[in-house]
């Protein structure tokens, strides 16, 4: 078939494998990212990645051996206590488990490896896409040159400026908050902390609140603390971000009533503190297709955290198209059956994601986690 000339916008987990299986098949697309380099930012802590959708995403991309080296099996535990501290259920048989943990850092840093240079342009963020009336599309830049591409890939998560050019959806607030801290060396420096979160997803969940703890490489311990909150309540006051000392301090006050215990894994987090809004676009998000455009991951279904789908999609996106971009004859019929297969598979789990966000920041908020970290178990260990 007559190759389009393909531009993927954002380099996360999506944008990165579908780039890398592209190459894979001898099409080298180009990747704009806007961060200036690998260090901009810390990419967060642990994703789970599912045999179905991640592992499966990295088969196709030719990396399973090096992502052995970096998953983590041991850490599939999982345990829920109420806000008191008393321990309701532990999982801590991780045998024949097989969604492994892996850093997201060194998820990226695997995929960046694997793209021979001069693929990603790193500082290359997208202010605006111009259709030229070819049936192209001029991508432009803050601050560089324009491009012209026949298929852009918006792979540019949550606030896509490449979505705006096939949906007018936006994301929609949660009514959920996450503050993101952590803790380094926890073994050594907080063993008992550390003994409390095991090795593994550990919620302490209690007055439509929780405290997440999740165990990353290097013995880190990530911590979410997560309410109900208005959208704007940073700018409100509700944090005081004077200091990561009053941040710290004013995070816990939200916790009021919760043992000292618990408030520790706050007290004892780093100074890197932030806060988070978590927003979805709408249920069954789809747009009519358009040649030349399309999205992958957040930018096509962003979903709440809760069932831990997003990057494990956002990565079958990027393995799905990139195949049905080298099979087909017909480069612009192989986009449009890769969205009408990515609606329908992505549909469920934004369903399940928004029920999951809703139900756990309610009243019987534990009764609901008791009941899906169940089912997840049973998954994990059939999978
Ligand atoms: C608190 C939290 C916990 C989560 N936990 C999990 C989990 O356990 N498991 C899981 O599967 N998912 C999880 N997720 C979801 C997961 O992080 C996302 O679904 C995933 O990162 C989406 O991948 P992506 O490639 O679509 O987009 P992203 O990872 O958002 O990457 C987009 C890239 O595009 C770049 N970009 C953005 N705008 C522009 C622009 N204008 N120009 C150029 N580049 C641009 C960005 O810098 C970024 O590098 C979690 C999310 C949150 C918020």
Redesign the pocket.
């Given at each position: 078939m007559q190759k389009p000339r393909i531009a993927i916008?954002?380099?996360?987990?999506?944008?990165?494998i579908l780039a890398r299986i592209l190459h894979l098949h001898g099409v080298n697309a180009t990747v704009?990212?806007?961060?200036t380099s690998y260090a901009t930012r810390p990419q967060?802590?642990?994703?789970?990645m599912?045999q179905e959708s991640?592992q499966y995403a990295i088969e196709c991309a030719n990396l399973t051996a090096e992502f052995h080296r970096i998953a983590r099996y041991e850490d599939q535990e999982s345990r829920i206590y109420d806000m008191h501290g008393n321990l309701l259920l532990i999982d801590d048989d991780v045998t024949g488990k097989n969604r492994p943990e892996v850093d997201?850092g060194q998820l990226r840093q695997m995929l960046l490896e694997s793209l021979p240079t001069g693929i990603l342009r790193w500082g290359?963020?997208?202010?605006s896409i111009e259709p030229n009336g070819n049936g192209t599309f001029e991508l432009i830049?803050h601050g560089k040159a324009s491009e012209t591409f026949d298929l852009v890939v918006g792979?540019?998560?949550?606030?896509?400026?490449v979505r705006p050019l096939v949906s007018q959806a936006q994301p929609v607030y949660s009514g959920v908050a996450?503050v993101?801290c952590g803790i380094d060396d926890v073994d050594a420096r907080h063993p008992e902390l550390a003994r409390m979160a095991g090795r593994g997803l550990t919620f302490f969940v209690g007055q439509s609140k929780a405290l997440i703890a999740h165990r990353d490489a290097n013995a880190h311990l990530g911590i979410?603390a997560a309410l109900r909150a208005l959208e704007n309540w940073i700018e409100q006051g509700g944090l005081d971000l004077s200091s990561p000392h009053t941040t710290r301090a004013s995070l816990a006050l939200h916790f009021h009533g919760w043992p000292d215990k618990l408030l520790e894994m706050i007290y004892r987090s780093g100074d890197r503190i932030t806060p988070?809004t978590?927003h979805a676009l709408p249920i069954g998000h789809r747009w009519p297709n358009r040649p030349g455009v399309t999205l992958?991951?957040?930018?096509a279904h962003?979903?709440s955290?809760f069932g831990?789908?997003?990057?494990?999609?956002?990565m079958q996106d990027?393995a799905e198209l990139a195949l049905a971009l080298t099979h087909a004859q017909d480069w612009r019929s192989a986009v449009q059956a890769y969205e009408e297969a990515m609606f329908t598979r992505a549909e469920p789990c934004a369903a399940q994601a928004w029920e999951a966000i809703d139900q756990v920041f309610s009243d019987d908020g534990l009764t609901h986690i008791l009941q899906s970290m169940r089912e997840h178990a049973r998954e994990g260990a059939t999978s």
């Open positions: 916008i954002g380099a996360g987990p999506g944008g990165l704009f990212e806007r961060e967060g802590g642990s994703l789970d599912h991640g997201r290359h963020d997208l202010r830049f792979a540019d998560g949550a606030w896509s400026r996450f993101e979410y988070r978590i992958l991951g957040d930018a962003l979903m955290p831990g789908n997003g990057a494990n999609l956002a990027g």
